[in-house]
């Protein structure tokens, strides 16, 4: 059973960075994955951010972060890393990391939270002064 661990999350001002990590254990990451974090704010519906192929690891970004985030993977420590820079209070929101089986490659699929199995517990996010 793949289990997903978050860390990295906290308190920034804006225009601050932070990076967030998603450790992955518990099985083989195929080829076949994709990893993607999603954030919910308060009172708000989850929404996927950024998603990484595992098996091409080509990349993609919702457009309130494209320019700003960057998801990136270290093979070897079986890692996720969101690294978030220019933060803006509206980017305050509980950060997942979850991961699917599937070889879809339509990014609107692979951002839609309904269509995953796994799941970390989430990390806060805050951005204020």
């Known amino acids: 059973q793949l289990q997903l661990v978050e860390s990295g999350g906290g308190l920034v001002q804006p225009g601050g960075s932070l990076r967030l990590s998603c450790q992955v254990s518990?099985?083989?990451?195929?080829?076949?994955?994709?990893i993607t974090w999603f954030r919910q704010a308060p009172g708000k519906e989850r929404e996927g951010i950024s998603c990484?192929?595992?098996?091409?690891?080509?990349?993609h970004y919702a457009d309130p972060v494209k320019g700003r985030f960057t998801i990136s993977r270290d093979n070897a420590k079986n890692i996720m890393y969101l690294q978030m820079n220019s933060l803006k209070p509206e980017d305050t929101a509980v950060y997942y990391c979850?991961?699917?089986?599937?070889?879809?490659?339509?990014?609107?699929?692979?951002?839609?939270?309904?269509?995953?199995?796994?799941w970390g517990q989430g990390t806060q996010v805050t951005v204020s002064s």
């Open positions: 518990g099985s083989t990451l195929h080829n076949f994955f994709t």
């Open positions: 990484i192929r595992v098996g091409d690891n080509r990349t």
């Open positions: 979850a991961a699917i089986a599937s070889g879809v490659e339509d990014n609107n699929y692979l951002l839609n939270p309904k269509y995953y199995d796994f």
